[in-house]
């Protein structure tokens, strides 16, 4: 173990990492028909993990506080995008009972600082896409009442209100009802998170927001050119708002070699008459394209540029860390699974990186914008 290595397990230990995004549920429906009891957490998923999390990963990985997302997909609408939120909501809650001794619900700030001083990971809760609210402020304001402490205003498809950073533009932005939506969030203490959408919807958020919104898995578009990342001049915006950016491990968010690989597949997608936009479709042939375009890779050390990127750009309070686990099978060489984040803070130790630094990053910057 490296002297690096050490002392960022060290502090680690004192003080709460904060990682903005993990699609663990979503697995959980996956693999078990949404019974967290049907694959135990509690132990390393060996030979072959199934998972990027489970608890003693967690554990090994610092992790003091982590936003499980409520993921629903882009392609549900209305009262079907409804009833899946609300069942992911349920299958978290029911996660989290079902470890009492290492899980904890969090809605605070100061739930999160308690809760980690008790040796138990603060688990928060985060909705990936506003298609789940079915264009109802009633309904956001339910799932804020059931412990939603951020929403993704779109995911890979446009909501209507909002357009996606992946679709074609439909409303330049946030129409006014989009803008209702932001700042009825922000009234109810709700963080709105700008990953996924396009500039101009973070431009218009940004225009409107009277409290601090977040990135909560995404890199920077200076140094990975992918529609998904946050461009300089939304980051120097960011800095003035008071928000976090949180740095991803996607590698096709990460490495620009990545990302033309990424895009190459979905041009090959299209070419066979199936919609680019469609993730279950270009996956589907992504195995035979794989044969004869191997997969670049992405490192941890090109992840760290991204966080170093960031901090020069929008400032040390404004940076974070999303790893986007369990929502992506490609990872990141040195971030396979979250039992890796000493690892990406000791490279920041051995960059120059303060204490103090690392501790912004690893969840004083977003304990600061919690509510």
Avoid at 134 to 145: D, E, F
Avoid at 207 to 213: K, M, Q, R
Avoid at 257 to 285: F, M, Q
Wanted: with cysteine; net charge negative; charged share 20%.
């Amino acid at each position: 173990m490296t002297d690096e290595f050490a002392r960022a397990r060290s502090l680690l230990s004192r003080f709460p990492l904060i990682d903005g995004h993990n699609d663990l549920p979503w697995e959980l429906r996956g693999q078990a028909g949404g019974d967290p009891g049907a694959v135990d957490l509690s132990v390393l998923s060996a030979p072959v993990p199934t998972t990027h999390t489970d608890l003693p990963r967690l554990a090994a990985g610092g992790v003091g506080a982590q936003f499980w997302s409520v993921f629903v997909p882009a392609g549900l609408a209305g009262e079907t995008a409804v009833a899946t939120v609300l069942e992911q909501i349920d299958l978290a809650h029911r996660m989290i009972r079902r470890h009492p001794d290492h899980l904890a619900l969090a809605l605070t700030a100061a739930d999160v600082e308690r809760i980690f001083a008790a040796g138990r990971v603060a688990s928060l809760l985060g909705a990936e896409g506003g298609h789940a609210i079915a264009s109802s402020p009633g309904v956001l304001r339910a799932l804020y009442r059931l412990g939603v402490r951020y929403m993704t205003l779109t995911h890979n498809s446009n909501v209507g209100w909002a357009d996606s950073a992946t679709d074609v533009p439909e409303a330049g932005g946030l129409t006014d009802f989009g803008r209702d939506v932001v700042r009825e969030m922000q009234r109810i203490g709700m963080l709105v998170d700008l990953s996924h959408v396009s500039p101009d919807t973070m431009h218009d958020t940004l225009d409107v927001a009277a409290a601090p919104v977040i990135f909560s898995h995404s890199c920077a578009r200076a140094l990975c050119d992918n529609p998904r990342n946050v461009p300089d001049d939304v980051l120097r915006r960011l800095a003035d708002n008071g928000g976090v950016c949180m740095v991803t491990f996607v590698p096709y968010f990460v490495s620009q070699e990545c990302a033309d690989w990424w895009t190459a597949l979905k041009e090959e997608a299209e070419r066979r008459g199936l919609n680019p936009r469609d993730i279950s479709a270009v996956h589907a042939i992504k195995p035979e394209w794989t044969a004869t375009h191997p997969v670049p890779r992405a490192t941890l050390a090109q992840v760290a540029d991204h966080v170093e990127h960031v901090r020069a750009v929008a400032g040390v309070r404004h940076v974070g860390l999303g790893g986007d686990f369990d929502g992506t099978t490609d990872v990141t060489v040195g971030l396979e699974d979250v039992s890796r984040y000493p690892a990406l803070f000791a490279e920041l130790l051995r960059r120059g990186w303060t204490e103090e630094d690392c501790e912004a990053l690893a969840g004083g910057n977003l304990l600061r914008v919690l509510c």
